[in-house]
């Protein structure tokens, strides 16, 4: 019987359950560029009051600064009307309201010990590292990518990391149950061999994608092509639909 789940809110924004604790990440954005699907209107409403199966999130955690991933008018506004216990903020950095984010909401920040592990509720180990952003423009934007440990998975967000193999040396042998990576990740063949034989990745979710339907840049076509020619290294499967969830 599984006692977790991984669902998807919308572009990069998944949910984690396990057991009763919640952990929503990079599940409060806006995307002001209009590059990538934005939360549903009907379920940010729900949101912001509190209500619904996304109030009183237990952790909110942030992999990077972006607006697609953190915005804090969004932020701010959900913390005002929900109960949560633990933040990982975005790395600092210019980016309106991340200060004051950081000023206001300190005392919420999860602490990490020296080897960058915290220890979450019901037995959920929280580890994060630091790769730069995969686009050469943001190459001064760390981004943290969580790894997520329970005694069913482990479970590895990459976000908007770059994929050069000499950033994932320090993690080669990491095994990894489920995969998060962007369909550039996995277009690329660096991203691939990092994949397949630094993280041993059982199930890979690409993700940080749009609907079918909103395929502006050609993301979702590309990687569909990747995956029916890679279909055989791993099983692999696309999140672009809210709601698409795998239990664990």
Request: some cysteine; overall charge neutral.
């Amino acid at each position: 019987m599984a006692t977790g789940e991984l669902i998807l809110l919308a572009n990069a924004g998944v949910l984690i359950v396990y057991k009763q604790t919640k952990i929503l990440i990079d599940g409060l954005y806006k995307d002001l560029g209009a590059h990538f699907t934005d939360i549903p209107g009907e379920i940010w409403q729900l949101m912001k009051n509190g209500k619904g199966d996304l109030a009183d999130i237990d952790y909110i955690l942030f992999t990077h600064s972006h607006y697609d991933h953190y915005y804090s008018p969004y932020l701010r506004t959900y913390l005002a009307n929900n109960k949560v216990k633990g933040l990982v903020l975005p790395p600092m950095d210019t980016t309106n309201g991340l200060l004051a984010d950081y000023k206001t909401y300190g005392n919420k920040q999860i602490v990490f010990a020296g080897d960058n592990k915290a220890l979450l509720q019901d037995d959920i180990i929280l580890k994060r590292f630091i790769i730069r952003h995969v686009d050469k423009k943001y190459h001064d934007v760390p981004v943290q990518c969580f790894l997520f440990e329970t005694p069913e998975a482990k479970i590895l967000l990459l976000s908007d990391s770059d994929y050069e193999e000499e950033l994932f040396a320090p993690y080669k042998g990491l095994a990894v149950d489920y995969l998060f990576v962007t369909p550039v990740f996995f277009n690329s063949p660096h991203g691939r061999k990092i994949i397949f034989t630094y993280l041993k990745v059982k199930k890979i979710i690409i993700y940080h994608l749009n609907a079918s339907n909103e395929d502006r840049y050609g993301y979702y076509k590309m990687v569909t092509r990747d995956v029916e020619k890679y279909a055989g290294a791993a099983e692999i499967v696309l999140w672009n639909k809210l709601g698409q969830h795998i239990p664990f």
